[in-house]
């Protein structure tokens, strides 16, 4: 009886959580780069890059209803080191209700200075980027990559989702890196997973 009712329970969060983000992508489709939120598989695959054992804090940007959110803190990072930029107030509600601890900060993800402040970590391990970045001008996403890339520590990656089949950040336009991840057919729409990095810093 008790796991029909955590069946049950677990399935109207999902369904909250669906139309919570699609009344976000009817708001704002800029914002929002689907219709449902990531697959939990995805955001497994994505917060794998993680590397617990550095000590360092987790930057998560465009979290959405917190799928990528779950899977960073399953990953073992401590809810008071990781970082998590939202540009929705809906959502930026959702997750400080649902994910205590965690620093939910309300803003924009192309002036993190401004956004994150001067009390926000120098260094981050790394960055797992769910912004939809095919909806903005390739300059600004260069600007945007480079920017998060001032903020890892050496030689460490920033993850980007999209649905397109290339990546949403050309190679050879700035000092960086392009790597295929994973092409995620268990998602929907089908998600392809990208890294960016750069080498170790003298």
């Known amino acids: 009886m008790r796991r029909g009712s955590e069946l049950r329970k677990a399935l109207a969060e999902k369904f909250d959580d669906e139309l919570r983000f699609f009344r976000g992508w009817i708001d704002k489709p800029k914002a929002v780069g689907s219709i449902i939120p990531t697959s939990s598989f995805t955001a497994r695959r994505m917060a794998s890059v993680i590397d617990v054992s550095s000590g360092l804090p987790v930057l998560e940007i465009g979290p959405g209803t917190g799928v990528i959110t779950r899977a960073i803190l399953a990953r ?57 970045l095919l909806n903005f001008p390739v300059e600004r996403r260069v600007a945007y990559l480079e920017d998060l890339l001032d903020r890892t520590s050496e030689g460490r990656p920033v993850i980007q989702l999209t649905y397109g089949p290339k990546s949403p950040v050309p190679p050879g336009l700035g000092s960086y890196t392009v790597r295929h991840f ?21």
């Open 182 to 202: 994973d092409f995620v057919i268990r998602n929907i729409p089908p998600t392809q997973l990208w890294v960016y990095e750069r080498g170790r810093r003298n």
């Open 76 to 132: 073992g990072v401590p809810a008071a080191k990781l970082y998590t930029v939202e540009y929705s107030a809906d959502f930026v509600r959702h997750l400080r209700r649902h994910f205590p601890g965690v620093n939910v900060i309300e803003g924009d993800a192309f002036d993190l200075d401004h956004t994150l402040g001067a009390d926000a970590p120098k260094r981050f391990d790394c960055v797992i980027s769910g912004v939809p």
